[in-house]
């Protein structure tokens, strides 16, 4: 139980395109969604808190334009990048959270975003 | 701000010998620890956790005491596989619907 998905799992795209990062909670309901970034050999930073149904809460320095994150039901979020840069390349990382709470996240494989 | 400080690796040990990976915290109030494992391609998951001070998580032979006196969440295991190698994340949560603050992680290999 508490599978989480994520799609696609490498994307290349080139400079200035869009990117949609898909996130599922394949066999519960998450009220609420969060996204991560992974530098090479780094930790995992916290994006933003996506509630069902509510705009997303970004993090000091996540600029809300520039990563779109749309949770419009309760077993899928997505992050749009748009305008992708070169800087933007990253793993990107999404968990979810039971409805129950308790803390327990459960995360996605994570997608690998290459902009050229 | 809340912050997470873990041994930085790689740590590299022979099969059967004993694990530990240090994790302080440093946190207002009261939060959840958790230790997270990841898999060489795979997401990560959640090994053990602890919400309250003195809680022992354990898992899969693995052990870590919420010791609130130290800020510490160190994890243990007294005879480590080979299956064990992976990247360990140290994590804290302040509580309810908020995001997970990490540790760097720690790359663990174990040497047959």
């Known amino acids: 139980g508490a599978v989480v998905s994520q799609h696609p799992s490498r994307v290349i795209c080139k400079s200035g395109t869009s990117v949609k990062i898909e996130c599922r909670s394949l066999?519960?309901?998450?009220?609420?969604m969060f996204w991560y970034r992974q530098f090479p050999k780094q930790s995992l930073m916290l994006m933003a808190t996506?509630?069902?149904?509510?705009?997303?809460?970004?993090e000091q320095g996540v600029e809300k334009d520039k990563f779109l994150i749309n949770h419009a039901s309760l077993t899928l979020s997505t992050l749009t990048v748009t305008s992708a840069h070169p800087e933007d390349s990253s793993f990107y990382i999404c968990?979810?959270?039971?409805?129950?709470?308790?803390?327990?996240?459960?995360f996605g494989p994570g997608t690998r975003l290459t902009v050229l | 701000g809340d912050s997470v400080t873990q041994m930085e690796g790689p740590v590299t040990l022979s099969e059967e010998a004993f694990l530990t990976i240090n994790c302080t915290y440093t946190?207002?109030?009261?939060?959840?620890l958790f230790w997270y494992v990841q898999y060489p391609g795979e997401g990560l998951q959640l090994l053990l956790k602890?919400?309250?001070?003195?809680d022992k998580g354990s898992n899969k032979g693995f052990e870590a005491t919420y010791r609130k006196e130290t800020t510490s969440f160190h994890l243990e295991k007294g005879s480590v596989q080979v299956s064990d190698s992976a990247v360990y994340f140290c994590?804290?949560?302040?509580?309810?619907?908020?995001?997970?603050?990490f540790g760097k992680g720690t790359h663990l290999i174990i040497q047959p």
């Open positions: 968990s979810a959270q039971t409805s129950g709470g308790a803390d327990t996240q459960y």
């Open positions: 066999d519960f309901q998450a009220t609420t």
């Open positions: 996506s509630n069902e149904g509510s705009k997303a809460t970004y």
């Open positions: 946190a207002t109030g009261y939060p959840s």
């Open positions: 602890a919400t309250k001070a003195d």
């Open positions: 994590a804290l949560s302040a509580g309810g619907a908020d995001g997970l603050t």
